[in-house]
């Protein structure tokens, strides 16, 4: 029997703008209620990013706490939290989510380990940085998704566990096709998998028209797929994707054609060592 395929929805992001797509969730609700719906679809998480009342991205704790609070109202759905946050954001605001306890705390929170030009902006992490996140992720008992736009992230991931700050094997994020960045090549996801330590686990997120057949090079070899909005609001060539979950039914639609079945959070559990 194949191994079960990890279907992560990342549901807001930072960029996306209701200016772009008026199906982007904003308030703690309309994300609750996507949430819900990419369950039923074959999401196992949801990567989450917050946004003021207006539609500003924010690390706010109380906006993660509200919109974490009424996700787990409705759905069983495993929570990620971004500590990427917005560009140009200082780490105590991107670490805002890694604030909560108790019933509040998420299931896994994003680390970033490396710079990059994002398009026109720097997605700066250099290593104080990104060693002080570890910390903090540690602190409250997360695993973190090593999240990778170069290959040299990899690396930088292994000197993290060398001083003890993340384990290995752990679970990676190739994020592909961003300007600046890795190509969404299926020889670049190759050479991506192939530098991995032994043992990890490995998410793949195309970005743009890049994300659906990312989520089929990602079946065939084993590993797993984020898709969403925060990536690519498109369903189809000019066609707006009406919510998260259209683009998950679709993942869930080309995992099953490729012979494996979307994970259900449970699964997902045991499948990154989330405890």
Same mark, same amino acid.
């Given at each position: 029997?194949?191994?079960?395929?990890?279907?992560?929805?990342?549901?807001?992001?930072?960029?996306?703008?209701?200016?772009?797509?008026?199906?982007?969730?904003?308030?703690?609700?309309?994300?609750?209620?996507?949430?819900?719906?990419?369950?039923?679809?074959?999401?196992?998480?949801?990567?989450?990013?917050?946004?003021?009342?207006?539609?500003?991205?924010?690390?706010?704790?109380?906006?993660?706490?509200?919109?974490?609070?009424?996700?787990?109202?409705?759905?069983?759905?495993?929570?990620?939290?971004?500590?990427?946050?917005?560009?140009?954001?200082?780490?105590?605001?991107?670490?805002?989510?890694?604030?909560?306890?108790?019933?509040?705390?998420?299931?896994?929170?994003?680390?970033?380990?490396?710079?990059?030009?994002?398009?026109?902006?720097?997605?700066?992490?250099?290593?104080? %940085? #990104?060693?002080?996140? +570890? &910390? *903090?992720? @540690? =602190?409250? !008992?997360?695993? $973190?998704?090593?999240?990778?736009?170069?290959?040299?992230?990899?690396?930088?991931?292994?000197?993290?566990?060398?001083?003890?700050?993340?384990?290995?094997?752990?679970?990676?994020?190739?994020?592909?096709?961003?300007?600046?960045?890795?190509?969404?090549?299926?020889?670049?996801?190759?050479?991506?998998?192939?530098?991995?330590?032994?043992?990890?686990?490995?998410?793949?997120?195309?970005?743009?028209?890049?994300?659906?057949?990312?989520?089929?090079?990602?079946?065939?070899?084993?590993?797993?797929?984020?898709?969403?909005?925060?990536?690519?609001?498109?369903?189809?060539?000019?066609?707006?994707?009406?919510?998260?979950?259209? %683009? #998950?039914?679709?993942? +869930? &639609? *080309?995992? @099953? =054609?490729? !012979?494996?079945? $979307?994970?259900?959070?449970?699964?997902?559990?045991?499948?990154?060592?989330?405890?």
């Amino acid at each position: 029997m194949s191994t079960p395929m990890v279907i992560t929805a990342a549901m807001v992001g930072a960029e996306t703008t209701r200016e772009q797509t008026p199906y982007l969730p904003i308030t703690a609700e309309e994300i609750a209620e996507d949430a819900a719906k990419c369950r039923e679809a074959g999401a196992a998480m949801v990567h989450l990013h917050v946004r003021t009342a207006d539609g500003k991205p924010s690390q706010d704790a109380e906006l993660f706490r509200a919109a974490i609070r009424a996700i787990r109202k409705r759905t069983d759905v495993l929570i990620q939290t971004s500590t990427g946050g917005a560009v140009g954001m200082d780490v105590d605001e991107r670490c805002g989510a890694l604030t909560l306890t108790g019933a509040d705390r998420p299931d896994m929170a994003t680390l970033t380990t490396g710079t990059v030009n994002f398009g026109e902006e720097v997605f700066w992490n250099p290593r104080p %940085l #990104v060693r002080d996140i +570890a &910390k *903090r992720i @540690r =602190a409250i !008992g997360l695993r $973190p998704e090593l999240e990778c736009f170069d290959v040299g992230m990899i690396d930088e991931a292994r000197y993290l566990a060398k001083e003890g700050l993340v384990e290995l094997p752990g679970h990676f994020d190739f994020v592909l096709g961003v300007p600046g960045a890795l190509q969404a090549r299926p020889e670049v996801l190759d050479f991506m998998i192939a530098a991995l330590p032994e043992g990890c686990t490995w998410t793949v997120a195309g970005v743009g028209r890049q994300q659906l057949p990312f989520v089929d090079e990602a079946a065939k070899r084993g590993g797993n797929a984020r898709v969403g909005l925060e990536d690519n609001i498109y369903l189809s060539k000019g066609v707006l994707a009406k919510g998260n979950h259209e %683009l #998950v039914a679709e993942a +869930a &639609k *080309r995992v @099953r =054609a490729n !012979g494996r079945e $979307p994970a259900t959070p449970e699964q997902a559990r045991q499948l990154l060592r989330l405890g």
